[in-house]
């Protein structure tokens, strides 16, 4: 694991960079859109939250034929509109103890899913860089195949907690 992390090391960071530039730019620009309350809905199932948060993190990985740009523009968009929801939040009267149950617990996971699923994205730049810089062995298929396992496996985990915990943990509050 140790050998694929620091193979793999420049897309997760060029991955988390994106992801963290954008949630800086959603706080401090978190005036561009309108405070609404929000609407309120059913509880999503384990099920919904899944398959939803998977079709994103795989749509941001099938923009690894974009060679990263843009991988580069959903990580930032995501991470804006992460940032945005925190302000918006807070805005609305809830506290931030509130704020960070309300994000945290199923972000663990969810957020390195979708830095997971970013890092894919970059992947085939880094591959073609990595090619021209002379490196023979090539492992694109090898790398994309353990982040898919990790992506499902995260994405799930966070879906479990989204749907069951994070509503309990609200209601403590």
């Given at each position: 694991?140790?050998?694929?992390?620091?193979?793999?090391?420049?897309?997760?960071?060029?991955?988390?960079?994106?992801?963290?530039?954008?949630?800086?730019?959603?706080?401090?620009?978190?005036?561009?859109?309108?405070?609404d309350?929000?609407?309120?809905?059913?509880?999503?199932?384990?099920?919904?939250?899944?398959?939803?948060?998977?079709?994103?993190?795989?749509?941001?990985?099938?923009?690894?034929?974009?060679?990263?740009?843009?991988?580069?523009?959903?990580?930032?968009?995501n991470?804006?509109?992460?940032?945005?929801?925190?302000v918006?939040?807070?805005?609305?009267?809830?506290?931030?103890?509130?704020?960070?149950?309300?994000?945290?617990?199923?972000?663990?996971?969810?957020?390195?899913?979708?830095?997971?699923?970013g890092?894919?994205?970059?992947?085939?730049?880094?591959?073609?860089?990595?090619?021209?810089?002379?490196?023979?062995?090539?492992?694109?298929?090898?790398?994309?195949?353990?982040?898919?396992?990790?992506?499902?496996?995260?994405?799930?985990?966070?879906a479990?907690?989204?749907?069951?915990?994070?509503?309990?943990?609200?209601?403590?509050?």
């Amino acid at each position: 694991m140790q050998i694929f992390l620091k193979r793999n090391s420049r897309v997760l960071v060029a991955a988390c960079s994106c992801y963290a530039v954008g949630l800086l730019l959603g706080i401090i620009f978190s005036n561009v859109l309108p405070v609404d309350k929000p609407v309120t809905s059913q509880n999503p199932t384990i099920m919904e939250f899944f398959i939803h948060n998977l079709v994103a993190d795989l749509l941001i990985s099938f923009t690894i034929f974009t060679f990263g740009i843009f991988t580069m523009v959903l990580l930032v968009m995501n991470g804006f509109l992460v940032g945005l929801s925190a302000v918006h939040s807070l805005e609305l009267g809830n506290s931030m103890p509130y704020v960070l149950v309300a994000l945290l617990p199923h972000g663990v996971f969810e957020i390195p899913s979708m830095i997971v699923a970013g890092a894919i994205g970059f992947k085939l730049l880094d591959t073609v860089m990595m090619k021209l810089k002379g490196k023979s062995k090539i492992y694109l298929i090898q790398d994309i195949s353990i982040f898919l396992v990790m992506i499902v496996c995260f994405t799930l985990i966070a879906a479990v907690i989204e749907a069951t915990v994070t509503p309990f943990l609200l209601t403590l509050l």
